[in-house]
């Protein structure tokens, strides 16, 4: 068996490579970029079989065409619904297919949302900059020549996992996929320098409507609404920009700070959007509609557990699937994380399966 190999025919309106982020270089002031629907690009690389980290296509809008020159693998698209399709058919989104030289991977418009993830067993192989394969266009730093895709180039896919053969025909299942209702609000933190805006500039950002910007992309969203107040300058001594924190600037328009956001800002921060909602903004268009709503940092902190259990839910079933349990019902999400040890009852084609597990630590 070989790995995929692809050749662009068709670039896409801006296709680059993603994984989940240059981290820990922002102190040296290199922007952390990745994935901007952080969950849909992860349990994409589940579905097939990769590490959640595993390098992937972010498409934006109007997808690539891309041509298997060699090898064979399983691709499964995930987040936005851009019209998926495998040699002129629909495959759709949340779906494992294999591919083989001569397919032909491409999308027709969107139809949902804005970003997807191409995820390809493997992984797509290109060279780590600073532990990350994430493009930085900016800058031009990784992914392919630090730029999104054109015409003409080659992607190479990286070894498979074992089993990745046994991924074929894994569905997630819709209690486990990422919501993103474009209508609904985005959840924020307070602060860090709240303090720094009048009530009425709190009341402001709270209860007014704002829309996004033609100037939004992977930096930050900047919205268009009501001017929000501070009580004196917009400006602070330069701090850390964390992803999804909500600078105001003089002129009182919002700009919500994303993965390409740079390290450091001096405008001051009114507040900062859950990453469970980053998500759902970057799926946003401009002219769409937005509002906020406060939240404490205990409900943020569910959110992304609640995430987390999501992708380890789905682990669990795609075991089951790869182990040809393929009469397995559809996992659903429980409150409580799964022991470190137990003994379950699992019913098979009327079969009854004894499973035990226990969790051990590392092999060096």
Request: proline letters at 6%; hydrophobic letters at 40%.
């Amino acid at each position: 068996m070989t790995v995929p190999v692809f050749s662009v025919r068709v670039p896409g309106m801006l296709t680059t490579v993603q994984d989940s982020g240059r981290w820990g270089y922002q102190g040296k002031g290199m922007p952390v970029a990745g994935a901007m629907d952080m969950q849909a690009f992860a349990l994409g690389n589940i579905l097939v079989g990769n590490d959640e980290n595993a390098a992937a296509l972010e498409v934006t809008l109007m997808g690539p065409t891309l041509s298997v020159t060699e090898g064979e693998g399983v691709v499964a698209v995930t987040g936005a619904d851009l019209g998926f399709k495998v040699n002129g058919g629909d495959v759709p989104n949340w779906t494992v297919v294999s591919v083989k030289t001569g397919d032909v991977l491409s999308f027709t418009a969107p139809r949902s949302g804005c970003r997807a993830y191409l995820c390809v067993s493997g992984g797509i192989d290109v060279p780590r900059v600073m532990e990350s394969r994430s493009t930085y266009t900016r800058a031009k730093v990784g992914g392919l020549e630090g730029r999104a895709l054109k015409k003409g180039d080659t992607l190479r896919c990286g070894e498979p996992a074992p089993l990745w053969k046994r991924c074929e025909g894994l569905v997630c299942p819709e209690a486990l996929r990422p919501v993103r209702d474009p209508a609904a609000p985005l959840r924020v933190i307070p602060g860090p320098q709240d303090d720094l805006f009048t009530e009425k500039g709190l009341a402001s950002f709270y209860g007014a409507e704002y829309v996004v910007s033609n100037s939004a992309d992977r930096m930050g969203y900047r919205m268009d609404g009501e001017p929000i107040e501070h009580t004196g300058a917009a400006d602070i001594i330069s701090d850390a920009i964390p992803l999804g924190a909500v600078q105001v600037p003089g002129h009182g328009q919002p700009i919500v700070m994303l993965a390409d956001r740079q390290t450091t800002g001096g405008y001051t921060k009114i507040g900062v959007v859950c990453s469970v909602d980053v998500a759902s903004l970057s799926q946003r268009l401009p002219g769409a509609t937005v509002r906020f709503v406060k939240i404490p940092l205990k409900d943020a902190v569910e959110l992304v557990c609640g995430e987390a259990k999501a992708r380890e839910t789905l682990r669990e079933f795609r075991a089951a699937w790869r182990s040809g349990t393929r009469a397995v019902s559809a996992p659903v999400l429980s409150e409580h994380a799964s022991p470190s040890c137990g003994e379950a009852i699992l019913r098979v084609d009327g079969k009854k399966h004894v499973i035990s597990w226990e969790e051990i630590g590392e092999v060096e």
